[in-house]
């Protein structure tokens, strides 16, 4: 079933799914069986890792949970934006003033 969504793992699992495929040995393969993820999640989970400790470019974790609630908080603004000069034109009609 490619595709499926479920819900995420938690950090704990995926820190461990990390630790197990730098282990001296392990296959990220034989990892991602074991767990019962696919490999290119444990593929994200290490690169990710790797962002969060300096070691590869990109968005921490820290700053891609910062982006999203921004992201989140706009959306509302937005929202609010377009809804005000809506509402404040229906209650000028009710109440027979004009914004």
Same mark, same amino acid.
């Given at each position: 079933? +490619?595709?499926?969504?479920?819900?995420?793992?938690?950090?704990? $699992? #995926? +820190?461990?799914? &990390? #630790? %197990?495929?730098?282990?001296?040995?392990?296959? *990220?393969?034989? &990892? +991602?069986?074991? @767990?019962? &993820?696919?490999?290119?999640? *444990?593929?994200?989970?290490?690169? /990710?890792?790797?962002?969060? /400790?300096?070691?590869?470019?990109? %968005?921490?974790?820290?700053?891609?949970?910062?982006?999203?609630? %921004?992201?989140?908080?706009? #959306? &509302? @603004?937005? /929202?609010?934006?377009?809804?005000?000069?809506?509402?404040?034109? $229906? $209650?000028?009609?009710?109440?027979?003033?004009?914004?």
């Amino acid at each position: 079933m +490619a595709g499926a969504t479920h819900r995420p793992y938690p950090p704990e $699992f #995926r +820190a461990e799914a &990390v #630790r %197990l495929a730098r282990e001296p040995g392990a296959t *990220l393969s034989g &990892v +991602a069986k074991d @767990l019962g &993820v696919s490999l290119e999640s *444990l593929r994200h989970w290490i690169a /990710q890792a790797e962002i969060d /400790q300096g070691r590869r470019e990109g %968005l921490s974790t820290d700053e891609r949970e910062e982006l999203a609630r %921004l992201k989140r908080r706009t #959306r &509302v @603004l937005e /929202q609010e934006k377009e809804i005000l000069p809506k509402a404040a034109a $229906f $209650f000028a009609k009710e109440t027979g003033r004009t914004p």
